[in-house]
């Protein structure tokens, strides 16, 4: 079993996936022993502040609007309780496990910095729950990412207490019940810890986290299916040539143009040096500069959340100096702009890859635009047959429905708190956005690389049976022809739609195909 050490300092995306993805307790997540003792000395300053009678934003006071009435010493864990109990307050679908577990560790993770004045055995509860496999049901809706991700974070909070709602072993219990069977105990707040709980961005940050590498995994679909594409429609690979792009050099349009040609190394289905057809459409003689492009934005999006998984986004911070002097500083680092922006612009690079994946399928499919290398609708039997005519249609709704939701959030603003807080990120809406437009583009290029399997079968019967594809994309169309046939005459296809987008989200295409070019 793999341990994960919370620090503070050096959570991954990399690990925030494999918590998600894992089960209870594999990864296993901990505490670092460094991290504990920051934790115990921040909790330790806030016992002294309520000892000294010191009146503190969060600790002695209300929030937001009630920051200026003084709370009784006698209700401060009263205080704590109600911020979680009134600020779950969410609506909609509960999230995922797997977003939910990558929630739970961020937020851990976050704590475990030791600026926040929770106290260990709090924090300890909520790696507790994600080691047993409570887990809080958390509606996706309610967040304005300022300050930070309130709603969806106090029902992660409320099965900390004993309340809500969680599931655990398949089944949605009662939060007090969920946590009696993994045999956990509730914890009962104390100052500080409510705020420091509901305080921050670790939503939008959790979803960042997973889509951003998802995003990844989709961007290499997207250019094995444009050179599966571009080998049905008997392209030209010379749109790539290296010389083209150290004349515009842009990192990652370089390095797209640089995995193209090794995608397509040695296929006997592309064309070469024709003077009669030197070049190609847009949506294959420009994917280095289109997925180049989106390349930079998932490299924008990983930079943003790299830092935010180990930055502390609560409010206020305690700093503790090293004459054990207690500073209480409020700001704002629970606003969640850095990140509402870096999912805005990572949702509009994803909306373009499904964009230019559906021209291509037009391009497949439409017979006067392959200039009859393929069938039209690639179906021999047109009028009888519809082919792939409404699998195209599919993939523009998915397409149309990206350009919708790729509309930046981040420029929206509503204030709340009786204008206290008058300035607010969308940064959780920009989030759930980007997965919706992820999931359509998954689907898009499922589609793709089956119409371009399909292709790559009509144009065998000239280029010949035994024609070879590229070095990576032969590995890419066997495995599709391993769940997809090909199809002479129509049939229902849902299903195998379906079938490839597993292969996607899985990541069996770029595995497979990434395991054939470190062999050659």
Same mark, same amino acid.
């Given at each position: 079993?793999?341990?994960?050490?919370?620090?503070?300092?050096?959570?991954?995306? %990399?690990?925030?996936?494999?918590?998600? %993805?894992?089960?209870?307790?594999?990864?296993?997540?901990?505490?670092?022993?460094?991290?504990?003792?920051?934790?115990?000395?921040? $909790?330790?300053?806030?016992?002294?502040?309520?000892?000294?009678?010191?009146?503190?934003?969060?600790?002695?006071?209300?929030?937001?609007?009630?920051?200026?009435?003084?709370?009784?010493?006698? +209700?401060?864990?009263?205080?704590?309780?109600?911020?979680?109990?009134?600020?779950? #307050?969410?609506?909609?679908?509960?999230?995922?496990?797997?977003?939910?577990?990558?929630?739970?560790?961020?937020?851990?993770?976050?704590?475990?910095?030791?600026?926040?004045?929770?106290?260990?055995?709090?924090?300890?509860?909520?790696?507790?729950?994600?080691?047993?496999?409570?887990?809080?049901?958390?509606?996706?809706?309610?967040?304005?990412?300022?300050?930070?991700?309130? $709603?969806?974070?106090?029902?992660?909070?409320?099965?900390?207490?004993?309340?809500?709602?969680?599931?655990?072993?398949?089944?949605?219990?009662?939060?007090?019940?969920?946590?009696?069977?993994?045999?956990? +105990?509730?914890?009962?707040? *104390?100052?500080?810890?409510? /705020?420091?709980?509901?305080?921050?961005?670790?939503?939008?940050?959790?979803?960042? *986290?997973?889509?951003?590498?998802?995003?990844?995994?989709?961007?290499?679909?997207?250019?094995?299916?444009?050179?599966?594409?571009?080998?049905?429609?008997?392209?030209?690979?010379?749109?790539?040539?290296?010389?083209?792009?150290?004349?515009?050099?842009?990192?990652?349009?370089?390095?797209?143009?640089?995995? /193209?040609?090794?995608?397509?190394?040695?296929?006997?289905?592309?064309?070469?040096?024709?003077?009669?057809?030197?070049? !190609?459409?847009?949506?294959?003689?420009?994917?280095?500069?289109?997925?180049?492009?989106?390349?930079?934005?998932? $490299?924008?999006?990983?930079?943003?959340?790299?830092?935010?998984?180990? $930055?502390?986004?609560?409010?206020?911070?305690? @700093?503790?100096?090293? !004459?054990?002097?207690?500073?209480?500083?409020?700001?704002? &680092?629970?606003?969640?702009?850095?990140?509402?922006?870096?999912? !805005?612009?990572?949702?509009?690079?994803?909306?373009?890859?499904? &964009?230019?994946? %559906? =021209?291509?399928?037009?391009?497949?499919?439409?017979?006067?635009?392959?200039?009859?290398?393929?069938?039209? @609708?690639?179906?021999?039997?047109?009028?009888?047959?519809?082919?792939?005519?409404?699998?195209?249609?599919?993939?523009?709704?998915?397409?149309?429905?990206?350009?919708?939701? *790729?509309?930046?959030?981040?420029?929206?603003?509503?204030?709340?708190?009786?204008?206290?807080? !008058?300035?607010?990120?969308?940064?959780?809406?920009?989030?759930?956005?980007?997965?919706?437009?992820? *999931?359509?583009?998954?689907?898009?290029?499922?589609?793709?690389?089956?119409?371009?399997?399909?292709?790559?079968?009509?144009?065998?019967?000239?280029?010949?049976?035994?024609?070879?594809?590229?070095?990576?994309?032969?590995?890419?169309?066997?495995?599709?022809?391993?769940? #997809?046939?090909?199809?002479?005459?129509?049939?229902?296809?849902?299903?195998?739609?379906?079938?490839?987008?597993?292969? #996607?989200?899985?990541?069996?295409?770029?595995?497979?195909?990434?395991?054939?070019?470190? =062999?050659?």
């Amino acid at each position: 079993m793999e341990t994960i050490v919370l620090d503070g300092n050096s959570l991954t995306i %990399e690990q925030v996936v494999a918590v998600a %993805e894992g089960v209870p307790g594999d990864p296993r997540v901990v505490i670092g022993d460094a991290a504990r003792a920051r934790v115990a000395r921040a $909790a330790d300053a806030v016992a002294q502040l309520l000892d000294e009678g010191r009146v503190v934003y969060g600790i002695t006071t209300g929030f937001g609007a009630f920051k200026n009435r003084v709370i009784p010493r006698d +209700q401060v864990e009263l205080l704590q309780r109600n911020i979680v109990e009134s600020h779950a #307050v969410g609506v909609g679908d509960p999230f995922d496990t797997p977003t939910t577990r990558a929630i739970m560790l961020v937020r851990a993770n976050t704590l475990a910095s030791g600026y926040s004045g929770i106290r260990p055995a709090t924090l300890d509860g909520l790696v507790g729950l994600l080691n047993a496999g409570v887990h809080p049901v958390i509606p996706r809706k309610g967040s304005l990412g300022a300050s930070g991700d309130l $709603a969806p974070l106090a029902h992660m909070s409320l099965a900390l207490i004993g309340e809500g709602e969680a599931e655990y072993q398949g089944a949605i219990l009662p939060g007090a019940e969920a946590l009696a069977r993994a045999g956990l +105990q509730p914890i009962t707040l *104390a100052a500080k810890e409510g /705020l420091a709980l509901t305080n921050g961005t670790s939503v939008m940050c959790a979803i960042g *986290a997973l889509q951003t590498y998802h995003a990844e995994r989709l961007s290499q679909v997207a250019d094995i299916a444009g050179c599966l594409s571009l080998e049905a429609l008997h392209g030209t690979p010379l749109a790539f040539d290296a010389r083209i792009h150290r004349l515009r050099p842009f990192p990652r349009q370089v390095d797209c143009a640089a995995y /193209l040609r090794a995608l397509l190394d040695g296929s006997e289905f592309v064309r070469g040096d024709d003077p009669t057809n030197v070049q !190609d459409a847009y949506t294959l003689r420009c994917i280095p500069q289109v997925h180049g492009a989106v390349r930079d934005a998932i $490299a924008y999006a990983r930079w943003a959340i790299d830092i935010e998984l180990n $930055a502390v986004t609560d409010n206020p911070l305690i @700093f503790i100096d090293e !004459d054990g002097a207690i500073t209480v500083l409020s700001g704002g &680092n629970f606003h969640g702009e850095p990140l509402a922006i870096a999912m !805005d612009y990572l949702g509009i690079a994803l909306a373009e890859l499904g &964009n230019i994946a %559906e =021209r291509r399928i037009m391009r497949l499919i439409d017979e006067a635009s392959n200039t009859q290398t393929l069938p039209a @609708f690639l179906t021999r039997e047109g009028g009888l047959n519809s082919g792939f005519m409404i699998v195209q249609y599919t993939a523009a709704a998915l397409a149309t429905e990206n350009k919708v939701l *790729a509309h930046p959030a981040s420029v929206d603003t509503i204030p709340t708190s009786a204008n206290t807080e !008058d300035h607010v990120s969308m940064g959780c809406t920009a989030a759930l956005k980007l997965r919706d437009i992820s *999931a359509n583009v998954e689907r898009i290029l499922a589609m793709e690389l089956m119409a371009a399997a399909q292709g790559i079968d009509f144009r065998k019967e000239t280029v010949g049976a035994g024609a070879r594809l590229g070095r990576g994309t032969q590995p890419a169309y066997d495995l599709i022809r391993q769940h #997809v046939p090909f199809i002479p005459r129509d049939t229902i296809m849902y299903g195998y739609i379906e079938a490839v987008r597993r292969l #996607v989200a899985e990541d069996h295409i770029v595995r497979a195909v990434n395991r054939a070019l470190e =062999r050659a």
